[in-house]
């Protein structure tokens, strides 16, 4: 099975995410699209593209790029000629010149590094100088444990590195209605029973790798004991279930920072 069918827990997958994570994603890339301008866009970390493509429009073609290749070859053939291009590049180490987007995203993409500033100090090297960024991840507080997750950030962390790379940078949050908030604390209470089981930590123990290794095996049998039904539209969350704000506290489940007037080294 390629990797951009099997469910891994690294990046959400349609029809077996459970929608309150879908919708997550898509609330954030609502946000992102309601303040772009036209101009290129490049969306670092793109996965199969099905959030990527509905950034583009008449004035904004859409570059999409992702380390898989088996995600890029997906994205290519789902949405090649709907305003989507995807190539499979290093999100340390872009393929384009400086300044060469109006546009940048990154979603849910910085807390996957160890060195998140060498992501971010790509995408103000690759940015124009009159263009934005946007990043998108969870709050450190409000977030549920997954090995994919190497670097989480609280509000006050991710300006502090985003501002050591922009000029401007505006904080705010992506947060949902107080009953989307729960479904997340029922299920995450269920999570945590099962990871109760690891008595000894062992899972904090053992090298990195062996942990994803077991965690990306085990996802998909969790998800069948412990979030049954909660994918495909059944539980009835959607995306306008969902709000940026302002006001970001503990319990903002996502941060969204928007960043203008790039430093370049």
């Known amino acids: 099975m390629s990797e951009s069918?099997?469910?891994?827990?690294?990046?959400?997958?349609?029809g077996?995410?459970?929608?309150?994570?879908?919708?997550?994603?898509?609330a954030g890339y609502r946000a992102v699209r309601e303040r772009l301008e036209p101009g290129?866009?490049?969306?670092?970390?793109?996965?199969?593209?099905?959030?990527?493509?509905?950034?583009?429009?008449?004035?904004?073609?859409?570059?999409?790029?992702?380390?898989?290749?088996?995600?890029?070859?997906?994205?290519?053939a789902k949405f090649g000629g709907r305003g989507l291009d995807v190539a499979q590049m290093d999100a340390?180490?872009?393929?384009?010149?400086?300044?060469?987007?109006?546009s940048v995203c990154s979603s849910h993409l910085i807390e996957h590094f160890h060195e998140p500033s060498?992501?971010?100090?790509?995408?103000?090297?690759?940015?124009?100088?009159?263009?934005?960024?946007?990043?998108l991840t969870p709050n450190e507080p409000a977030d549920f444990e997954n090995p994919f997750h190497l670097h989480l950030f609280d509000a006050k962390e991710l300006v502090e590195m985003l501002s050591a790379h922009f000029?401007?940078?505006w904080l705010g949050g992506v947060d949902a209605v107080d009953w989307v908030k729960a479904d997340f604390a029922e299920r995450r209470a269920k999570a945590r029973k099962v990871l109760a089981?690891?008595?000894?930590?062992?899972?904090?123990?053992?090298?990195?790798?062996?942990?994803?290794?077991a965690y990306t095996r085990l996802l998909p049998v969790a998800y069948k004991l412990i979030a049954r039904g909660d994918s495909g539209g059944t539980k009835g969350i959607t995306v306008d279930d969902w709000f940026v704000t302002d006001e970001v506290d503990d319990t903002t489940l996502v941060l969204f920072a928007v960043c203008r007037k790039p430093r370049r080294s």
Not at 45 to 68: H, K, W
Request: some cysteine; hydrophobic content about 45%; charged content about 20%.
């Open 197 to 213: 089981l690891d008595v000894f930590d062992l899972r904090h123990k053992i090298p990195q790798s062996w942990y994803v290794a």
């Open 167 to 169: 000029e401007e940078v």
């Open 92 to 102: 340390f180490n872009l393929g384009f010149a400086s300044g060469s987007f109006r």
């Open 40 to 76: 290129v866009l490049l969306d670092i970390g793109c996965g199969q593209g099905f959030e990527s493509v509905t950034l583009a429009a008449d004035d904004r073609p859409v570059v999409g790029a992702d380390y898989s290749a088996d995600a890029v070859t997906f994205a290519k």
């Open 118 to 135: 060498k992501h971010v100090a790509e995408m103000a090297r690759v940015v124009s100088d009159d263009g934005t960024v946007y990043v």
């Open 5 to 14: 069918a099997r469910l891994t827990g690294e990046r959400p997958q349609q």
């Open 16 to 26: 077996v995410t459970p929608d309150s994570l879908l919708t997550l994603h898509a």
